[in-house]
Nanobody
Framework: QVQLVESGGGLVQAGGSLRLSCAASAKIFSIYTMGWYRQAPGKQRDNVAIITTTDNVNYADSVKGRFTISRDNARNTVYLQMNSLKPEDTAVYYC????????WGQGTQVTVSS
């Protein structure tokens, strides 16, 4: 079964940057449209960015212009570059297919202080 492992989170001040990585245990990123999701305490898990197999991307309005999703199929890794971070970006970040078809990983915590 495919495993997803997210990393790169941390504590950062508002206006700072982080780069998240999502590694898969199998070569899946050339097959699936992948997405990054986030879940803040007490809230549902929302999609923030997706990237198709042809590198078309789409972003939630709340992160548009600040976040960039990219993919390296050779490394089985999807990235999320997050710039100009805001306290409201604080959440646990996960990756999955755009249909949430794979088992969820443990996520990576992003905390943005004001």
């Amino acid at each position: 079964q495919v495993q997803l492992v997210e990393s790169g989170g941390g504590l950062v001040q508002a206006g700072g940057s982080l780069r998240l990585s999502c590694a898969a245990s199998a070569k899946i990123f050339s097959i699936y449209t992948m997405g990054w999701y986030r879940q803040a305490p007490g809230k549902q898990r929302d999609n923030v960015a997706i990237i198709t197999t042809t590198d078309n991307v789409n972003y939630a309005d709340s992160v548009k212009g600040r976040f960039t999703i990219s993919r390296d199929n050779a490394r089985n890794t999807v990235y999320l570059q997050m710039n100009s971070l805001k306290p409201e970006d604080t959440a646990v970040y996960y990756c999955n297919t755009n249909l949430r078809a794979l088992p969820w990983g443990q996520g990576t915590q992003v905390t943005v202080s004001s």
